[in-house]
């Protein structure tokens, strides 16, 4: 895994008899497809492995129908009793069109059409009266590529991995959206202008979606919790962005910026910031009026002292400040009573330092 929990490799290992290279071909492709866009919900500051284990026993698993599931294109157009399936998930499967049985499944709540070679959706998938969750990742699909209808009751839909230069109008028309993934795109704009009509928006995720700019509208969606812009080659944000008061996560990773916004601290449920791989070598000096800031992960950047802000935010529980240009680190940091992890490796620090005895002998991991 990379230091932010993405995948940067995996392999596959059978621990009883070898699958045929068709059944490897197929675990392979649907592994690659989901760790596209997974994210192991561990930060650390620097790879590390993760071991998963897995087992699937096809003779002890309930038929399909009985999980209220299709997974095929033969238990799609086979089930006698689509009023019962809840979920479909048709991905890998090189459709180039949404299968017209899919529409007798007028109780599924949730569809997955990933990985497939999509370039139209029909409205009539939009339709379907119970449907939640929509993804579409990984096809072939542009803004022009569909027409959601007025009444849609979508709460989360995934579009990443296509080939959208903007927001697609209708999804102006998904007033219960609650999620919107659109990273992986390239993006020539961000049209907050749909953005602004998805009044219950809470995750916004614009990870490598090809931004050099974000808009000032941005600061409009009022109720957005989390806020993903890692990827990009944003070189500043807008000072509209500091009206999300109730953003949680600000993800602003491997981008180009020299600096954040100066009412940052206006943000007050803000949790957790992630600015590492940027520019910058100050910190907006208010940011300690974040009462809720926990972890602020500012590792390689251009910091050639810890910010005097950094002592006064009193609920820190993290702070990464590794691989910067550090030469000391202040005695006001063993003062922070919440904070468990610091990551100050890779800066050229002196081997003994007295406030890191303070801090370990307080039971806060130091790694140096």
């Known amino acids: 895994m990379h230091p932010d929990g993405r995948p940067a490799h995996f392999s596959c290992r059978p621990s009883e008899a070898k699958p045929s290279a068709e059944q490897e071909k197929e675990v392979q492709a649907a592994l690659c497809l989901w760790l596209k866009t997974y994210r192991y919900p561990f930060v650390a500051n620097q790879p590390y492995r993760v071991m998963v284990y897995a087992r699937t026993s096809p003779e002890s698993e309930p038929p399909a129908h009985k999980q209220n599931l299709i997974t095929t294109l033969e238990q799609l157009r086979q089930t006698s009793r689509p009023d019962t399936v809840k979920r479909i998930t048709l991905v890998l499967e ?18 997955s059409l990933a990985g497939n070679k999509l370039t139209q959706i029909p409205e009539a998938l939009f339709a379907l009266p119970r449907l939640k969750r929509l993804d579409l990742t990984g096809n072939r699909l542009t803004e022009n590529s569909f027409t959601i209808p007025p009444g849609s009751g979508l709460t989360f839909l995934n579009l990443q991995y296509n080939q959208l230069t903007r927001v697609p109008a209708s999804v102006a028309n998904c007033r219960h959206l609650t999620s919107l993934w659109l990273g992986h795109n390239k993006l020539v704009e961000v049209n907050t202008d749909v953005l602004r009509k998805l009044k219950r928006l809470e ?22 919790q989390i806020l993903d812009l890692y990827y990009n080659n944003l070189r500043e944000l807008p000072a509209a962005i500091c009206r999300l008061r109730r953003l949680q996560q600000l993800a602003v990773s491997e981008n180009k910026l020299g600096n954040l916004p100066k009412k940052l601290h206006r943000m007050r449920r803000l949790e957790k910031i992630y600015a590492h791989h940027n520019f910058l070598a100050s910190l907006p000096e208010r940011l300690h009026r974040s009462r809720r800031l926990q972890l602020l992960d500012i590792g390689y950047n251009a910091f050639r002292h810890v910010p005097a802000v950094v002592s006064r935010i009193k609920t820190l529980h ?11 680190l202040p005695a006001s940091l063993a003062n922070l009573p919440n904070l468990e992890k610091c990551y100050v490796r890779g800066n050229p620090l002196p081997a003994e330092l007295p406030v890191v005895r303070k801090l370990e002998a307080r039971k806060t991991e130091v790694f140096h």
């Open 94 to 111: 090189e459709l180039t069109e949404v299968p017209e049985e899919l529409y007798r499944f007028t109780n599924v709540e949730v569809v």
């Open 203 to 224: 995750d916004l995720n614009l990870y490598s979606a090809g931004l050099n700019q974000l808009p000032a509208g941005i600061g409009k969606l009022k109720r957005l």
């Open 318 to 328: 993290e702070l990464d400040m590794g691989h910067n240009r550090l030469t000391e």
